[in-house]
């Protein structure tokens, strides 16, 4: 991902319904500034996308480092452990 990095990125359980949540933190490495910024994250299982949707981090000024978290409704924990892959990409920006 050219200009933003991602680390310490986990999924937890939260609540009765067992809803799955991600979070990390993002850096924003470019020479812009963005009010909002949007990017694509996706899991891998088998080289098969098992999950996609989409996470918008607002304020994110250039040399910030900014945790996220968001749900990932409609994927079951189980899944979890089968993840081969995870991709975040960069959608756009204004």
Known sequence: MTGFLC???SFARKGRRGW????G???NNTAKDYQTAVFRFSLFANNRVVWA???KIRGFRRGQTKAFEFL?????YNSIPT???QEI???SGY
């Open 25 to 27: 933190e993002i850096s």
């Open 7 to 9: 680390h310490d990125i």
């Open 20 to 23: 799955i949540f991600a979070k």
């Open 53 to 55: 949707g989409i996470f």
């Open 72 to 76: 990932m409704e409609g994927l079951d």
């Open 83 to 85: 993840i081969s892959k």
């Open 89 to 91: 990409r960069f959608e």
